[in-house]
């Protein structure tokens, strides 16, 4: 498989893919794609339904493997890594429809994330000795503060499902957060909200990206968000990269303009 | 949870919690022969038994949201190990005469029958683990078959097995499994299965029932994790395969027969899929009914109406579906936590309550 020794590309990206393609059938989903995120910022992934979006991040992030092209993470090769795996390297994501563990607390959806970074083994569990506490102290207060810091504290309780849906996004959030990711993948983290609630969202990736010292990568339709929030900006249209650069370079790309206009407005082509 | 307990705290709890775990033993083995009619003696232990059984399939079936209807033969194959190396190997290893009832309190025999109950719990989970590979990786309905179909293989192996009694099975197993023996071993069991619910093997568990996709992309090993709770789960229900050919004196590949899958199952639905509690208490009561249904004869139209343990496990599941909200998914445990919450109602109720007597002034 990946016998080539993997030199660091540019220096400071976070994720690389090169030439990366995803096949469903005969269909490319993603297709000879070429992709740079520079460490420390806000990467937008914009494109028509359809285009690729959720499955490039299903390829970054393990649950599809690429039919071909490599992915690295750091400089490292992630491409055959199964999902867990890559988590582990520092890699999280939230879900275009939530998939929050719905029957558990808030704060179980939490500290389940935090869990394989808890730092002890399953006959630590079983015995439940000093060890254990201590590292089960720690996981608690580190799940707190983040219930504190993102305004869940006092819905620790409740069962997740019962949240309010802009809660339930922003605790998916807050879940992907507890494994103390380097890059942070979200898929449209605003489907769904209101005006206000999405600038309450840009904020919020606001202060992830000065407060954890990560990337962002994030797929969405509301154009506001991406114009405002993003550094870069990488269309996909058919499974291909048709344009990259700022929002300035991305607004006036024919090509951009063009794919767009296919489907429709493109100030707001979101679902439903 | 919401506050943090002090560390004297959660040992002091902990203690408290060690000792009424140790009581429990106790007051299993020498309190309930002491009080109990011998006539539910027997169901009785069955029954226990059975909650090491239920219990471990409550790991695969309530926590872990997969569906093994192979139990039976995993408690078969734990007992088959057991019952074979206290029938085949120990009489040698101890001399025992033909004829002659051994001498089963010497400490060498306790030893003996502990190592050989461990032997089942792991031989099961290996097998637990063998199964896991490749059937982990179906989803729901397949896995509910593949583990059915295992089962039954099991059954019919031993069957065309002489070297294993054939059709017959193992007779003269030692009665082991006396009260005090049960006693001990629900206890560790209970215990240790509260320790999986609450750690990390536990929550890994219940990712995997709530969410496998959310779960692998949060860095939980998900194949790893199935396969693990397999084996836990089977080498749980092995031990108590185990202790249960001890009690029987015998043992028979009927009693891997799938039904008594169905009934294991049954155990952990009926215990609100999930809780540990709530599997203790509907294996006890599940298992003590077939026994305790022979009582009917005395009333004939009774017998007549419900005289077949089928038709009671249909109406309790029946009853079960209407009033599911109950059950909540195995989401109640009688635990401290829940006592200080209870104790916190009360102490609400109470300082309401003398507040309406004596007027609205009662601050605290
Ligand atoms: N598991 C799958 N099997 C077959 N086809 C798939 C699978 N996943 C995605 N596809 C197809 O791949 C293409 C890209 O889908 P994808 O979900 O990545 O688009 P998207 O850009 O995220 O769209 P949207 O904006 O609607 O979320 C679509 O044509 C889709 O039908
Ligand atoms: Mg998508």
Redesign the pocket.
């Given at each position: 498989m990946a016998s080539e020794p993997t030199p660091i590309g540019d220096a400071g990206a976070v994720l690389e893919m090169r030439r990366v393609s995803r096949y469903?059938?005969g269909?490319a989903?993603?297709k000879n794609l070429d992709l740079s995120v520079m460490h420390g910022q806000i990467h937008g992934l914009i494109?028509?339904?359809?285009?690729?979006?959720?499955?490039?991040f299903?390829v970054i992030t393990g649950a599809?493997t690429a039919s071909s092209g490599a992915v690295l993470v750091d400089g490292r090769d992630i491409t055959h890594l199964p999902p867990h795996a890559i988590n582990h390297l520092g890699v999280a994501r939230t879900f275009?429809n939530i998939r929050l563990f719905k029957e558990i607390s808030v704060y179980e959806n939490v500290r389940t994330a935090a869990t394989w970074r808890g730092g002890y083994g399953w006959l630590h569990g079983f015995i439940q000795g000093l060890t254990f506490e201590r590292r089960e102290a720690a996981i608690h207060d580190q799940v707190l503060q983040l219930l504190e810091d993102f305004q869940l504290g006092h819905r620790a309780r409740e069962v997740s499902r019962s949240l309010p849906y802009g809660e339930q996004r922003r605790l998916e959030i807050v879940r992907a957060l507890a494994t103390r990711p380097k890059l942070l993948l979200l898929?449209?983290p605003a489907a769904g909200l209101n005006a206000a609630e999405t600038d309450e969202l840009m904020a919020l990736v606001h202060r992830i990206l000065e407060q954890y010292d990560l990337t962002i990568l994030l797929?969405e339709?509301d154009m506001r968000l991406v114009m405002e929030i993003c550094q870069a900006i990488t269309v996909?249209d058919h499974?291909e990269k048709i344009c990259e650069g700022d929002a300035d370079q991305v607004r006036n790309d024919p090509q951009v303009i063009e794919a767009y206009l296919g489907q429709g407005d493109m100030v707001d082509a979101s679902?439903q | 949870m919401d506050r943090r307990l002090e560390p004297k705290t959660i040992y002091g709890l902990k203690l408290v919690g060690l000792l009424g775990m140790g009581l429990s033993a106790v007051a299993i083995g020498y309190g309930i022969p002491a009080v109990v009619p011998p006539f539910h003696l027997e169901p009785l232990a069955l029954g226990l038994i059975y909650v090491i059984i239920a219990l471990g399939l409550n790991i695969v079936n309530g926590q872990a949201g997969q569906f093994s209807i192979g139990h039976a033969a995993f408690a078969g194959i734990g007992a088959y190990t057991a019952g074979g190396l206290s029938t085949m190997v120990a009489p040698r290893v101890f001399h025992w005469q033909p004829n002659t009832p051994p001498d089963l309190d010497s400490p060498g025999v306790i030893l003996f029958f502990m190592g050989s109950l461990l032997a089942g719990g792991i031989v099961a989970a290996f097998f637990g683990y063998l199964v896991g590979i490749p059937t982990l990786r179906l989803r729901g309905d397949y896995l509910a078959i593949a583990t059915l179909g295992f089962g039954e293989i099991m059954r019919v192996t031993l069957e065309n097995t002489p070297a294993l009694g054939g059709p017959l099975g193992l007779h003269d197993i030692p009665k082991f499994s006396t009260y005090p023996v049960i006693g001990i071993a629900v206890v560790l069991t209970i215990l240790l299965c509260r320790n999986i619910a609450t750690s990390v093997p536990g929550r890994c568990f219940v990712a995997l029932r709530e969410d496998e996709i959310a779960a692998e992309s949060l860095g939980i090993a998900t194949t790893k994790v199935k396969v693990n709770a397999m084996a836990l789960s089977a080498g749980i229900a092995g031990i108590g395969g185990g202790l249960l050919a001890h009690r029987l004196g015998s043992y028979m590949p009927v009693d891997l027969n799938w039904i008594k899958s169905v009934e294991f199952v049954l155990m952990v639905v009926l215990g609100g899929s999930g809780s540990i509690t709530g599997t203790t208490l509907a294996a006890i009561v599940l298992g003590m009914l077939p026994h305790e249904m022979l009582q009917l004869t005395k009333f004939p139209w009774l017998q007549k109406l419900i005289g077949n343990k089928m038709v009671v496990y249909s109406v309790l599941l029946i009853v079960m579906m209407l009033v599911r909200s109950l059950w909540l998914k195995g989401s109640w445990e009688l635990s401290f936590e829940w006592m200080r919450q209870v104790g916190r109602k009360v102490r609400d109720l109470w300082t309401r309550y003398r507040g309406r007597g004596e007027g609205s002034a009662d601050g605290e």
């Amino acid at each position: 498989m990946a016998s080539e020794p993997t030199p660091i590309g540019d220096a400071g990206a976070v994720l690389e893919m090169r030439r990366v393609s995803r096949y469903f059938g005969g269909l490319a989903a993603v297709k000879n794609l070429d992709l740079s995120v520079m460490h420390g910022q806000i990467h937008g992934l914009i494109g028509p339904n359809g285009a690729g979006k959720t499955t490039l991040f299903n390829v970054i992030t393990g649950a599809n493997t690429a039919s071909s092209g490599a992915v690295l993470v750091d400089g490292r090769d992630i491409t055959h890594l199964p999902p867990h795996a890559i988590n582990h390297l520092g890699v999280a994501r939230t879900f275009q429809n939530i998939r929050l563990f719905k029957e558990i607390s808030v704060y179980e959806n939490v500290r389940t994330a935090a869990t394989w970074r808890g730092g002890y083994g399953w006959l630590h569990g079983f015995i439940q000795g000093l060890t254990f506490e201590r590292r089960e102290a720690a996981i608690h207060d580190q799940v707190l503060q983040l219930l504190e810091d993102f305004q869940l504290g006092h819905r620790a309780r409740e069962v997740s499902r019962s949240l309010p849906y802009g809660e339930q996004r922003r605790l998916e959030i807050v879940r992907a957060l507890a494994t103390r990711p380097k890059l942070l993948l979200l898929d449209e983290p605003a489907a769904g909200l209101n005006a206000a609630e999405t600038d309450e969202l840009m904020a919020l990736v606001h202060r992830i990206l000065e407060q954890y010292d990560l990337t962002i990568l994030l797929i969405e339709h509301d154009m506001r968000l991406v114009m405002e929030i993003c550094q870069a900006i990488t269309v996909l249209d058919h499974g291909e990269k048709i344009c990259e650069g700022d929002a300035d370079q991305v607004r006036n790309d024919p090509q951009v303009i063009e794919a767009y206009l296919g489907q429709g407005d493109m100030v707001d082509a979101s679902d439903q | 949870m919401d506050r943090r307990l002090e560390p004297k705290t959660i040992y002091g709890l902990k203690l408290v919690g060690l000792l009424g775990m140790g009581l429990s033993a106790v007051a299993i083995g020498y309190g309930i022969p002491a009080v109990v009619p011998p006539f539910h003696l027997e169901p009785l232990a069955l029954g226990l038994i059975y909650v090491i059984i239920a219990l471990g399939l409550n790991i695969v079936n309530g926590q872990a949201g997969q569906f093994s209807i192979g139990h039976a033969a995993f408690a078969g194959i734990g007992a088959y190990t057991a019952g074979g190396l206290s029938t085949m190997v120990a009489p040698r290893v101890f001399h025992w005469q033909p004829n002659t009832p051994p001498d089963l309190d010497s400490p060498g025999v306790i030893l003996f029958f502990m190592g050989s109950l461990l032997a089942g719990g792991i031989v099961a989970a290996f097998f637990g683990y063998l199964v896991g590979i490749p059937t982990l990786r179906l989803r729901g309905d397949y896995l509910a078959i593949a583990t059915l179909g295992f089962g039954e293989i099991m059954r019919v192996t031993l069957e065309n097995t002489p070297a294993l009694g054939g059709p017959l099975g193992l007779h003269d197993i030692p009665k082991f499994s006396t009260y005090p023996v049960i006693g001990i071993a629900v206890v560790l069991t209970i215990l240790l299965c509260r320790n999986i619910a609450t750690s990390v093997p536990g929550r890994c568990f219940v990712a995997l029932r709530e969410d496998e996709i959310a779960a692998e992309s949060l860095g939980i090993a998900t194949t790893k994790v199935k396969v693990n709770a397999m084996a836990l789960s089977a080498g749980i229900a092995g031990i108590g395969g185990g202790l249960l050919a001890h009690r029987l004196g015998s043992y028979m590949p009927v009693d891997l027969n799938w039904i008594k899958s169905v009934e294991f199952v049954l155990m952990v639905v009926l215990g609100g899929s999930g809780s540990i509690t709530g599997t203790t208490l509907a294996a006890i009561v599940l298992g003590m009914l077939p026994h305790e249904m022979l009582q009917l004869t005395k009333f004939p139209w009774l017998q007549k109406l419900i005289g077949n343990k089928m038709v009671v496990y249909s109406v309790l599941l029946i009853v079960m579906m209407l009033v599911r909200s109950l059950w909540l998914k195995g989401s109640w445990e009688l635990s401290f936590e829940w006592m200080r919450q209870v104790g916190r109602k009360v102490r609400d109720l109470w300082t309401r309550y003398r507040g309406r007597g004596e007027g609205s002034a009662d601050g605290e």
